[in-house]
T-cell receptor, first 114, second 115 residues
Framework: DTAVSQTPKYLVTQMGNDKSIKCEQNLGHDTMYWYKQDSKKFLKIMFSYNNKELIINETVPNRFSPKSPDKAHLNLHINSLELGDSAVYFC?????????????FGPGTRLLVL | GDSVTQMEGPVTLSEEAFLTINCTYTATGYPSLFWYVQYPGEGLQLLLK?????DKGSNKGFEATYRKETTSFHLEKGSVQVSDSAVYFCALAKYSGAGSYQLTFGKGTKLSVIP
């Protein structure tokens, strides 16, 4: 059983297109996150949601819009893709609540913008 | 703001060698500390964690001790194997409210173990 899953695993697209990445967790967690890993492997948080409510919204272009239809899903929609958006995007989840800080990561979505 | 500094890689070791990857942090308050591992082409896996000063996290022969006085969380393993080849990330977690924690990562250290 996959705990945190993401689709697609690979995404190759042209500049200017709009694309979505989906994330699902079956751990029963309340909090979900999106991270971006750049070409140098540096990881940075983008967003977090707790029970469908946006909690963390780091300095991310507004072309990126997360959507959480329910607490088991957190999708990332990207408008007008740019070359600099090429990266690996990781979804993660945690139980939510004080002292429940351990985050479990999905396998990543490798996005290449041409 | 919070930050994590870990030793630059890559690190190349022979099988059965001793491993140390240094990690220091800057943060207000008392964050929890983590080591995550990323195998080639895969996502991040939690390796170990420590939630308060002097706690020791351990897993699969790896250990790290939360040292508040030196703000450090160095990763060690007594005898590495080829299968330990991966990128290792040190991270700290701070509470952001409403059940959400923000992880701040170091830049990662690539370990290659040769037979």
């Amino acid at each position: 059983d996959t705990a945190v899953s993401q689709t697609p695993k690979y995404l190759v697209t042209q500049m200017g297109n709009d694309k979505s990445i989906k994330c699902e967790q079956n751990l029963g967690h309340d909090t979900m996150y999106w991270y971006k890993q750049d070409s140098k492997k540096f990881l940075k948080i983008m967003f977090s949601y707790n029970n469908k409510e946006l909690i963390i919204n780091e300095t991310v272009p507004n072309r990126f819009s997360p959507k959480s239809p329910d607490k088991a899903h957190l999708n990332l929609h990207i408008n007008s893709l740019e070359l600099g958006d090429s990266a690996v995007y990781f979804c993660a989840s945690s139980q939510g609540g004080r002292s429940q800080e351990t985050q479990y990561f999905g396998p990543g979505t490798r996005l290449l913008v041409l | 703001g919070d930050s994590v500094t870990q030793m630059e890689g890559p690190v190349t070791l022979s099988e059965e060698a001793f491993l140390t990857i240094n990690c220091t942090y800057t943060a207000t308050g008392y964050p929890s500390l983590f080591w995550y591992v990323q195998y080639p082409g895969e996502g991040l896996q939690l390796l170990l964690k420590a939630t308060k000063a002097d706690d020791k996290g351990s897993n699969k022969g790896f250990e790290a001790t939360y040292r508040k006085e030196t703000t450090s969380f160095h990763l060690e393993k007594g005898s590495v194997q080829v299968s330990d080849s991966a990128v290792y990330f040190c991270a700290l977690a701070k509470y952001s409210g409403a059940g959400s924690y923000q992880l701040t990562f170091g830049k990662g250290t690539k370990l290659s173990v040769i037979p």
